[in-house]
């Protein structure tokens, strides 16, 4: 399929999980994929699944905590690909524990990640989107930055900042081509979920769904914010969470 041909996206934690279905999903619509994370064995891997099926895609090791780490990121992503046209920001860290239980070290690491590099790959990239009069920027949140969740209070904060952003950012880049939307995942089954058990699968079944999501069905989403079949849409927040935030 040549739907992003000729298009080039960033996606950041895209060596696992929902990055990973992501970056690959982009790649099968023609994009040049560049990935980022920390773990380069996983990264390269992901490279040579999406280049075996000819698709293009560089990896680039990235800690994001900062705005240089974040401006850094997409300065190499350019020289990559040329341009930047579809950012995913899909990077970010979700601890669960009690308020009461969470240092200052665990706050400012979750806002880093989750809040700022965003933010500044945002800065970074979305002027030469508006200069070509095109391009997508697509957040990940969470249903938790909808719901209370108990031991989700930093995580679901940091989510509803991003959502908050999102908006901003719609009506901020919006009239100059570059669509700004947000994808909210429920319970989905990856790498990171399959180490909470029980309680993932408890989780789970609240939704109206009864199951936990796949990376896969959350990249659907992300490609269709990416491509022009969603051409009239601009700071939406798509759920994909099984329905849970509808009842």
Do not use: C
Not at 31 to 37: K, L, M, P, Q, Y
Not at 57 to 72: I, P, Q, T, W, Y
Not at 127 to 156: C, F, H, K, Q, W
Not at 182 to 190: D, K, L, N
């Amino acid at each position: 399929m040549t739907k992003l041909q000729g298009k080039s996206a960033l996606v950041t934690g895209g060596t696992s999980g929902i990055g990973r279905a992501a970056a690959v999903a982009l790649a099968e619509l023609g994009a040049h994929v560049v990935i980022s994370g920390r773990d380069t064995v996983r990264g390269e891997q992901v490279v040579q699944e999406i280049r075996s099926t000819g698709g293009q895609a560089d990896f680039v090791a990235a800690d994001l905590r900062d705005e240089s780490s974040a401006r850094s990121l997409a300065a190499q992503a350019r020289d990559l690909a040329g341009h930047v046209d579809i950012l995913v920001n899909n990077a970010g860290i979700y601890p669960f524990s009690a308020t009461h239980e969470t240092s200052e070290q665990e706050f400012d690491a979750v806002i880093a990640l989750n809040v700022k590099a965003p933010y500044f790959l945002v800065a970074e990239l979305a002027p030469g989107m508006a200069e070509r009069g095109d391009g997508a920027i697509i957040n990940l949140s969470t249903m938790a930055a909808e719901l209370g969740v108990p031991g989700a209070s930093l995580y679901g904060a940091s989510k509803a900042a991003l959502v908050l952003m999102t908006k901003a950012w719609a009506a901020e880049y919006g009239p100059y081509g570059v669509r700004v939307n947000a994808v909210s995942p429920g319970a989905i089954r990856t790498e990171g979920t399959a180490k909470m058990g029980e309680d993932f699968d408890q989780l789970a079944a609240q939704a109206p769904a009864g199951r936990p999501g796949t990376a896969e069905e959350i990249a659907d989403a992300i490609t269709f914010l990416a491509t022009d079949r969603s051409s009239f849409v601009h700071g939406a927040i798509l759920s994909v969470d099984g329905g849970r935030t509808a009842v």
